[in-house]
């Protein structure tokens, strides 16, 4: 064995070429051939590598590794999350505050560790953040536990903020605000009429107060209950903000309003006007959409009874009807018809708890059955057009809760669903005026023939063109 390592290493150490090295192995013997070949089968078959540096002008053998290399698979593998910094699984705990319940409570209900929950709790009340006196119910409350401890409480007190306490590294909680960038941008509101232009309206993004501020719109040409029928097409614009992810967090005031039906066709716009800073809607000719008088001073009421002859539900008497009744739940608003001064305010007869309003023009208005008054209304006090004077009820002579509303022109009765009645403010008569007018006018309807192209090139369902 060892004339054969002398004859390998004087192989290494002459550096020859393939003809050369065939030489030197031909003219040693034979045994000597056979052994360096055992040699080489012996190291194949212990998968050994044998490095042969050939780097020319170095004479140094490489080094030869003494130990095995063990490979490993991965998936043979066991690694633990916490070996590799993995924080330990996040559990998220929500709830909503009740009526007649505390922070304190709710809290408890959360069954955090120890006193963690109301140290966090503290934090936010102490930073004047929260004023716990003043919370309402369905504040929603949510708190991350890791590694049994509380690691952060948050309260989404409204939409777009939300408040923050978090655990530090020395146990302490810190509170903050956090608050989304809010992005105003207008948002349109385009269909048609199936069910109900509530129902519809908000399935197409519109809220509550949205829908009310377009009925009010056509409250002085339109009866919503009688006069608005499926297949009918409307169409509105506001105004909402938005945060960073493109959710809407408020809607605002509805800045155009159309109703292409079989009652009317009509569109507005919404503008102030600069002389008397009042607000108001106006067709594209600049014509108010304000009347001397409300047509119907309610809202989602049911016509129950017309003006006319007809037989007393309780007295039996046939005779004449001097107003018409709106059936609706007790409490529904009750608005005045417009603006005038306050006759009377109080209980009358059969009429129950009542109310009369005197306008201009020899106009009156009477309101009656009222379940209750609205703060502040009294005899000699003035009133707006629009504003909350009572409530519905079914007080006097009445079968159910309704609002049986009158109109008198100079000292008699007429039927308030015929009555033709002056228009509001033409902006005509005054040119500087109009032309504001007519520049916000095409503003909007930038911001409508803009969504159109974007929702793309379905016709539209509204006779009349934008204003040109």
């Known amino acids: 064995m060892k004339f054969v390592r002398r004859s390998f290493a004087s ?21 000597t051939r056979s052994l360096l070949g055992l040699a080489v089968l012996v190291g194949l078959s212990a998968v050994a590598v044998v ?30 999350a916490e070996d590799y910094g993995v924080a330990a699984p996040l559990e998220v705990r929500e709830a909503t505050l009740r009526r007649r319940e505390t922070l304190s409570d709710l809290v408890n209900r959360l069954d955090l560790p120890g006193n963690q929950g109301h140290q966090a709790l503290y934090s936010l009340t ?12 369905g504040l929603a409350v949510t708190a991350h536990v890791q590694d049994g401890a509380l690691n952060a409480l948050s309260v989404s007190t409204e939409p777009g903020r939300r408040l923050m306490t978090k655990r530090d590294q020395t146990g302490a909680f810190n509170a903050m605000a956090l608050d989304s960038r809010l992005i105003p941008q207008p948002l349109t509101v385009r269909g048609q009429i199936q069910t109900s232009l509530y129902q519809d309206a908000q399935m197409l993004g ?43 967090i408020r809607r605002g005031e509805v800045v155009y309003a159309a109703l292409n039906g079989k009652a009317v066709n009509k569109a507005f716009y919404r503008f102030t006007t600069p002389d008397e800073n009042i607000t108001d809607y106006f067709q594209a000719n600049g014509e108010s959409s304000t ?12 016509l129950s009874s017309r003006f006319g002859k007809r037989r007393h539900p309780i007295s039996g008497y046939t005779r004449l009807h001097k107003g018409t009744d709106f059936a609706a739940p007790t409490g529904t608003p009750i608005y005045a018809a417009g603006n005038g001064v306050i ?57 159910g809760p309704h609002l049986n509303y009158e109109v008198y022109k100079n000292g008699k009765a007429v039927d308030a669903m015929r009555l033709k009645l002056p228009t509001g403010r033409k902006l005509a008569m005054d040119p500087e005026i109009l ?34």
């Not at 102490?126 to 119910?137: E, G, M, N």
């Not at 009347?291 to 049911?302: S, Y």
């Open 291 to 302: 009347k001397f008088l409300m047509k119907t001073p309610i809202n989602g009421a049911r």
């Open 343 to 399: 006759e009377r305010a109080s209980r009358y007869g059969g009429y129950g708890h009542y109310i009369r309003i005197r306008h201009a023009k020899g106009y009156k208005t009477a309101y009656a059955h009222l379940s209750r008054y609205a703060r502040g209304v009294r005899s000699g006090r003035s009133v707006r057009q629009g504003q909350i004077i009572g409530y519905v009820g079914s007080t006097g002579a009445s079968t």
């Open 206 to 248: 519109a809220e509550d107060q949205q829908v009310v501020d377009f009925a009010q719109v056509f409250a002085y040409d339109l009866d919503f209950q009688r006069e608005v029928h499926p297949g009918d097409a409307f169409e509105m614009v506001f105004n909402v903000l938005v945060d960073e992810r493109g959710n809407v």
């Open 435 to 468: 032309a504001e007018f007519e520049i916000e006018r095409d503003r909007i309807d930038a911001i409508r023939l803009a969504d159109m192209d974007v929702t793309a090139a379905a016709p539209s369902a509204f006779g009349a063109p934008p204003a040109p």
């Open 51 to 80: 490095s042969l540096d050939v780097a020319p002008d170095t004479d140094a053998a490489a080094p030869i590794a003494t130990a095995p290399v063990e490979t490993i698979t991965l998936a043979s593998m066991v690694i633990d």
């Open 126 to 137: 102490q930073s004047d953040l929260l004023d716990a006196r003043r919370v309402q119910p």
């Open 11 to 31: 192989v290494r150490a002459i550096r020859p070429s393939f003809r050369e090295l065939s030489r030197v192995i031909k003219s040693m013997s034979a045994g």
